[in-house]
């Protein structure tokens, strides 16, 4: 074999290698939690983000399910809200910082059905 097939034998072995390590795991995941994860739809890589987050495979589903990414979702849990709660609030028109606000002074969202006298 030429040098040049040599190197080059070399290089592809070493991107395969290199590529495999990048792809997203389930490591650090019970079976129990991987299954959790998977029946809520999310693959390796997103259900280790949401999970180093704070979150839960149920969690993460309503926070998704409400619209929410991953961002967005860290940003009103933090703040104390519930996905439901959160999902309320911006359904009523809110942002956070507004939903934090109206909160503090006791205020609910106004829910759709309630408005339209449903």
Do not use: H, Y
Not at 23 to 36: D, K
Not at 71 to 95: H, L, R, S, V
């Amino acid at each position: 074999m030429n040098t040049k097939l040599k190197i080059i034998a070399v290089v592809f072995v070493s991107l395969i290698i290199g590529a495999c390590s990048s792809t997203p795991t389930w490591e650090g995941m019970s079976q129990t939690e991987i299954a959790q994860w998977k029946q809520a739809g999310f693959d390796p890589g997103t259900a280790q983000s949401w999970s180093k987050k704070g979150f839960t495979a149920a969690d993460a589903s309503s926070w998704r399910n409400g619209g929410f990414d991953l961002d967005k979702a860290t940003d009103w849990k933090e703040e104390k809200f519930t996905a439901d709660e959160a999902k309320a609030w911006k359904a009523g028109g809110f942002n956070l910082d507004e939903a934090v606000e109206d909160r503090a002074k006791g205020l609910q969202p106004v829910q759709a059905e309630a408005a339209s006298g449903k």
